[in-house]
């Protein structure tokens, strides 16, 4: 065959996955007791989470740096790089779909659940039956089972994060444009500035807990609207600071020297990760807070 | 670009030695990259979870040979149950179909290897862990889970056991590593296929592979939600599935089945290509109307997210939506019907050979489609208001799983397992693993349409006595069964030994790539791609 083709390259043996397997399963392990422990008190189960943690860190560091230096070998074909791209759509996609399965819960609950018990359609007698004082409402401020809480308001901070979370995203788009034009000044500024962001975000989001749980009442526990409002904010937030931890790790290489215009496959994917907690956000805005 | 290709020949020429044949050890298993290393490990775990989740149907089935309480107590027979479904589910089906993905798509697709070699060794390796977590649970104090493999809320929040935060945390891993796999598999057919194998060469068995990997991304996301919903509502006093915080029991098996659903077709769609592949090798003959095979593979995964509560029937949803449901679940039989139609003509006036994987893919066939019907019967909502929850529905979902899943796992294992070894099986006991299978599994699982649609209640260890004849025969089916699959233990572990030797092409009526290379396949394949016509 004359006509000229890329080799792919396929690695040799790697210890790296298998030491990530017993992170994954010392996870696993450390949080189900951690968990389990958690109302009886005691118990070492955390120290396994950690441990897990901790390998699953090293594990990382070690598998990137392999990658990172066969790629500066120039191993990797075009071809390889789309592997790369297409991958990371994919996981973003499957995060897409895990968010979805919370907002998922939050449309029933607002849409069907809530009013079910308050006697809405052909559910007169289930409101009569089990709660005949509950009236429907959401924000669901007072429980079928009679726990009150007050609800959070869109005004205030959550518009200041939205913002904030907003310009995050223009301060990434400009260091990417800054990478592409090969501009390093600008892109370790922008660069920063998206970090910075992505914290003062996420500080003023334990502002907002504090204030939840302090002042208003709204808790883990307080019912659906709770629920719904920790669990979507709380694994936004959780995705917020591992988008902020990519990217430090990525300002951190740009510090060092690494990428190219055309060459910085791990930046942009950092950054999609970003928009995508990005559009996340929005959508909570819109959901949980507003609407 | 040049550049790029000309460095990376110089490193090719040092790396050449210790990269043609597999490391020496137990190392070799623990680190590889290999597709075809990873690929039977999927597979001998499978087989693994097979036996173990298998022997656990024998604990259940002996306990109902006779009514009344005589061999384990309730709440061990709830745990044989749980554990069974998902061993098998997630333990014994879903690995083996990535093991032959691992094995035979970058055969049949011209690939060197997966796209994320690494991620792929990743992906299998949190397998046995998940696991090893889920079995060691059953050992604990209170015991494992014993909520059914569906885990519905209240079951397995309010009244489950203390161990329930292992069980999630066990689930939660074993669905990254299906994402994994899945994203592995999906990312290798779009972006590694040779040159020319263009989307409608494709063997079938990768198109069904492909679109089963976007379903897998989809929906084991939403499975990782609800089982966290679950713990948080178990452990965090959250109420998502309490009507008394305002929320809702049936919302779990809303979102449950959301992701179920679409669970059973990745359980059965790589099953209709891999008879897509056998039927035409055998039959001697091209597959008839393969576009539409793809096309209909497309359409049962599209439909496959808007049937979910039909499994829900009975939770008082409005008529509407009721309506709506059955409508749509019985609009997947169309596709469905489409795919049997096209075995049936690619068989009719082929030169048909009766070769193992050929009979188990004939079985397949007649009793897949038996599942099939007896799932139309299910989906008619006022008909099924009669048979929820009754041993009908077992029956249903082992046709499908059993006679369905397994039946084109064993048949595949057939008909590739010379290519993988370089060695012809033990025909003669093959053929009586097959018919001692198929007999039994019918002895087994035909009479609980019987017993179902009198009324026998599934999941309770206890029956009434007019049960007692039915469930003495199935009880004795199901122990036939399972030491028939034995012997698929000793077929596989002597062709891996020795036997007589194959060409390349094992098959004469076989097409595709995968005949092209050597048997055994050479540790590394198509480094350069092959030329496709």
Known sequence: MNQKYEKYYVPAQSPWPIVGAFAMFFIAVGAGLTVMQARSGGGAGHYLLYAGIGVLIYMLFRWFKNVIEESDQGLYSAQMDRSFRQG???????????????????????????????????????????????????????????????????????????????????????????????????????????????????????????????????????????????????????????????????????????????????????????????????????????? | MSSVTQQHDNTAAHHDDGHHHPAKGFKRWLYTTNHKDIGSLYLIFSLTMFLIGGAMAMVIRAELFQPGLQLVDPHFFNQMTTVHGLIMVFGAVMPAFTGLANWMVPLMIGAPDMALPRMNNWSFWILPFAFLILLASLFMPGGGPAFGWTFYAPLSTTYSNDNTALFVFAVHIMGISSIMGAINVIVTIVNMRAPGMTWMKLPLFVWTWLITAFLLIAVMPVLAGAVTMVLTDKYFATSFFDAAGGGDPVMFQHIFWFFGHPEVYIMILPAFGIISTIVPTFSRKKLFGYASMVYATSSIALLSFIVWAHHMFTTGMPVAAELFFMYATMLISVPTGVKVFNWVATMWRGSISFEVPMLFSIAFIVLFTLGGFSGLMLAITPADFQYHDTYFVVAHFHYVLVTGAVFSIMAGAYYWLPKWTGNMFNITLAKWHFWLSLVSVNVLFFPMHFVGLAGMPRRIPDYALQFADFNAIISLGGFAFGLSQLLFVVVVFKCARGGDKVPAKVWDGAEGLEWEVDSPAPYHTFETPPEIK
């Open chain 1, 88 to 291: 990371m759509s994919w996981f973003i996609f499957s995060e897409v779909m895990f968010f979805m399965a919370f907002f998922g819960a939050l449309f029933y609950a607002r849409m069907i659940s809530v009013p079910w018990l308050g006697g809405a359609g052909n559910n007169a007698m289930t409101n009569e039956v089990l709660w005949p004082t509950f009236e429907a409402m959401w924000p669901l401020v007072t429980t079928p089972g009679g726990g009150t809480t007050q609800a959070m308001g869109w005004q205030g901070l959550p518009l200041i994060n939205t913002l904030i979370l907003l310009a995050s995203s223009v301060t990434l788009h400009f260091a990417h444009v800054a990478m592409e034009n090969n501009k390093r000044g600008p892109l370790k500024v922008f660069m920063a500035l998206t970090i910075a962001l992505g914290v003062v975000f996420l500080g003023l989001q334990v502002l907002e807990y504090m204030h939840a749980y302090q002042d208003l009442g709204l808790t883990l526990d307080a019912g659906v609207y709770g629920n719904t409002f920790f669990l979507l904010t709380g694994f936004h937030g959780m995705h917020v600071t591992l988008g902020t931890i990519l990217l430090l790790v990525m300002l951190i290489r740009i510090l060092k020297g690494h990428f190219s215009p055309d060459k910085h496959f791990a930046f942009q994917a950092a950054a999609w990760y970003w928009h995508f907690v990005d559009v996340v956000w929005l959508c909570l805005f819109v959901f949980v807070y507003v609407l």
